[in-house]
């Protein structure tokens, strides 16, 4: 008689066994133990050949089966769609457009630089940098720039708070001086960068800015190739090679020159950019002193050099038409977005 409840208990290890994983497989789960020709079924009939003291107890677990194969049906029921809606299976159109990509677009003054940049190496030039954070003596003393000069005045320089030796650098040309202490000429080099002085903020000038500076040191180097170097530069940035250089004063080069391009006067907003002479003032430039070589251990009975500093900005304005120095500064999306199509 004991068969009779042995067969009931491995229906119901099997029942708990089950792991039905699709709807198809929970059908044939329902049709077993719970359709109109279930396995159960005819257990209740097997009740005939249990001893009477025994048929309660055999009649109680028939019971449990069936209520546990309804119990594990329900379950199963539940978490097969549970799992069907979380896929989101009904309400997911695959066919569906994907949500456009918003591109963000290049900096005019970032486009602009990587245009210099490769204007330069094109002719040779690679490409060296510098930290932001400068030390007094790479930013002026190296470039021979003496203690009561009124560049290192407290009003034009940004110090690092309660230091006299670490500022934001007011210009590239510390880079001129890390490079020189570092090789020996030939030297080629250009520096891109960002550099900081404390102005009042207008539509022609801000606190900060970008310069990209250059220094050729090799033996027998002329004013004559500096002039070449720049006329090409001209011609490849803005179209033309009508240059102008002006003498001019810096501590580090000697002879200094200021270097205009011609952009002409054509439209109001090349007259205001050249203050109604038609000349764009570009960068300073020279013949590297030979002090500066010397302090930078740099052979100038040996050696020669020419170096220039230019301005990214007004570069920028010039070439994207563009009215106002402050505009590169706002991060307005509106002004940025029109600069997609420029890389
Ligand atoms: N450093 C100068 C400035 O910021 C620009 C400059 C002038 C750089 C002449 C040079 C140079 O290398 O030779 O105004």
């Not at 028939?62 to 119990?71: G, I, L, Q, T």
């Not at 290192?152 to 590239?172: A, C, K, P, V």
């Not at 011609?235 to 952009?263: C, N």
């Not at 009975?301 to 170096?307: C, L, P, Q, R, V």
Request: aromatic residues 10%; negative net charge.
């Amino acid at each position: 008689m004991s068969d009779a409840f042995e067969n009931v208990k491995r229906l119901i290890a099997e029942i708990a066994a089950a792991t039905p994983q699709s709807k198809d497989e929970l059908e044939q789960f329902r049709i077993q133990y719970l359709g109109s020709k279930n396995v159960i079924k005819p257990l209740f009939g097997e009740i005939r050949n249990v001893p009477n003291e025994q048929k309660k107890e055999y009649g109680q677990l028939v019971n449990e089966a069936k209520e546990s194969a309804e119990r594990k049906f329900a379950e199963l029921q539940e978490t097969l769609e549970a799992a069907s809606s979380d896929a989101g299976a009904d309400l997911l159109d695959l066919t569906r457009p994907g949500e456009p990509l918003e591109l963000g677009s290049r900096h005019p003054i970032a486009t602009t630089l990587n245009r210099i940049v490769s204007i330069f190496q094109r002719m040779g030039f690679t490409v060296a940098e510098g930290p932001d954070i400068e030390d007094d003596w790479h930013n002026f003393t190296a470039m021979n720039t003496p203690e009561d000069h009124p560049a290192r005045d407290m009003q034009d320089t940004f110090y690092l708070s309660g230091s006299t030796q670490l500022l934001l650098r007011t210009h590239t040309s510390p880079v001129q001086a890390r490079v020189m202490t570092s090789q020996q000429p030939p030297i080629r080099i250009i520096a891109p960068g960002r550099v900081y002085r404390n102005e009042t903020i207008s539509a022609r000038s801000h606190a900060q800015f970008h310069q990209v500076e250059g220094l050729y040191v090799d033996e027998g180097v002329s004013f004559a190739d500096m002039k070449q170097t720049l006329m090409y530069f001209a011609q490849e940035m803005f179209g033309t090679p009508k240059i102008r250089l002006r003498p001019s004063y810096f501590p580090f080069t000697e002879p200094s020159a200021e270097m205009d391009v011609w952009i002409g006067m054509d439209n109001e907003k090349n007259y205001r950019l050249s203050k109604g002479t038609g000349w764009l003032e570009i960068l300073g430039c020279g013949m590297v002193d030979p002090s500066v070589l010397t302090m930078c251990g740099i052979d100038p009975e040996k050696y020669s050099g020419f170096a220039f500093g230019m301005g990214i900005e007004r570069q920028a304005l010039r070439l994207y038409d563009i009215p106002d120095i402050r505009l590169f500064f706002e991060n307005d999306v509106r002004f940025l977005k029109q600069f997609r199509s420029v890389i």
